[in-house]
C-alpha cells in the first residue's frame, strides 16, 4: 500500500521520499527493500518519466534489529535494562487498562553487593548479580518483564495477575533464594530485599509511582533487616 501510494503521489506531481518495505521470497523468508522513485519533468512541468531505484537492505535491517535488541537488554545478566523494562512496561499499562487487569511488581535490591565487590572483587559481584537474574526468570513466568535497572536494582512486572499472587511469588522467591544459598558453590551467601505492589486500573497510576511504592517497600523491608527484625 505504502508503495502504491508513492506512484501515486508521483504521477500527482507530489514530492517523494525513498520507502522502505518487506517482500517475500517463495520460501517464506522476508527481503527488506528501500524503494526510491524520482520524477521528472518537461519545461512545462509536465511528468515525463520517472527513474527507480530498488536496493536490498536486508543486511542493514538485521543489524539494526540486533543493535535494538542490544540497546533493550542488560549485557551482563542477559534480562531487560531499563530502557528496555520502560518500554515494555508501557505497552502493559495500556493492556491493563484496556482489557481492566491487574498487575505486580517487584522491586528488589541486592544487600550488600558493595561489601562481596570490595572484598571478594568485581568478578564475584557480577556473579551475584547473574545469579539474582536467574532467581527471578526461576520463580516468574516468562511473558513477565524482568529488568536489571540499576548496580544491585532488580524489577519485575507481572502482567494479569491479582494481589492474591503476591505473597505466593515472593515465598516462592524466597524458597528459591534459600535452595541456591543451601547448594553452596560460592564464597558469598545471597540476600535480597523485595517490595511488591499491586496495580489497579480502576485506579490507575503510572509504572513510576509503582516504582516509588515498591521502592520504598524494599527500603522498609532492608532497614528491618539491618535492625534484625527480619
Known sequence: MMVENSV????????????????????????????????????????IRYDGLIEDITERKHAEESLLTLSLVDDLTGIYNRRGFSALSQQELKKANRIKRGMLLLFADVDDLKKINDSLGHQEGDLVLIETANLLKDTFREPDIIARIGGDEFVVLAAETSADSADILTTRLKEHLKSSNKKGGHRYELSISMGIVQYNPEQPCSIDELL??????????KRNKQNGQD
Open 8 to 47: 501515486k503521489d508521483i504521477l500527482s506531481g507530489l514530492k517523494v521520499y525513498p520507502i522502505e518495505h518487506r517482500l517475500f521470497r517463495r520460501d517464506g523468508s522476508v527481503l527488506w527493500v528501500r524503494n526510491t522513485m524520482v520524477p521528472h519533468y518537461n519545461n512545462k512541468g509536465y511528468l
Open 212 to 221: 516509588s511504592r515498591a521502592d520504598k517497600m524494599m527500603y522498609e523491608q
